[in-house]
């Protein structure tokens, strides 16, 4: 019976030992790849004497976990300084779009998966930044994730007005 239990212990340890090992030699996360747009926008509903453009930047990120692609977007933005601080009907509505696109190359990358962000109140109220949440698809081979905000002007009549960013990088 002991020599049961000293093979029994021997074995528990040894398979801890690897157990420990598989663990200890994970591969390490992927890093995010990342593009940075910046953009001067006019508010097309005000055509009064101050200025008014909107500095909007947008940090375009995606990485791979398998056959998974995963991006965000990193959002900051100013408002024009003739604006105040307090918050104003701006935008008749506001989002960001994130697209998950197979890259082809030579051709225009179809889009797989998009999600939209609203964040009319998060501009009008000055907030200045926000982070999209991952949105993530199965995509073979090669992919990218692109963007666009979407920006529908209180008093211009005209609709929402996309301004493209640049994509992150493919993975």
């Known amino acids: 019976m002991r020599t049961f239990l000293r093979r029994a212990a021997v074995t528990a340890t040894c398979l801890g030992a690897l157990g420990g090992a598989v663990v200890g030699t994970a591969a390490p996360a992927m890093a995010a790849s990342c593009n940075t747009t910046t953009k001067s926008i006019d508010d097309r509903g005000y055509t009064g004497p101050w200025p008014d453009n909107w500095t ?3 940090t375009m990120c995606s990485y791979r976990s398998g056959s998974y692609i995963y991006s965000y977007a990193k959002l900051s933005w100013d408002r024009p300084a003739s604006y105040g601080n307090a918050p104003h009907l701006i935008f008749d509505a506001a989002k960001f779009r994130v697209a998950l696109k197979k890259s082809i190359s030579g051709a225009t990358d179809p889009v797989r998966y998009r999600r939209d962000f609203g964040i009319e109140g ?25 963007g666009a905000w979407k920006l529908n002007w ?6 929402y007005k996309t301004y493209r960013v640049t994509a992150s990088p493919r993975v």
């Open 154 to 159: 209180n008093n211009d009549g005209d609709g």
């Open 122 to 146: 998060r501009l009008e109220d000055g907030d200045g930044s926000y982070t999209t949440p991952t949105i993530r698809h199965a995509i073979s081979r090669y992919a990218l994730g692109d």
């Open 56 to 58: 909007m930047k947008a």
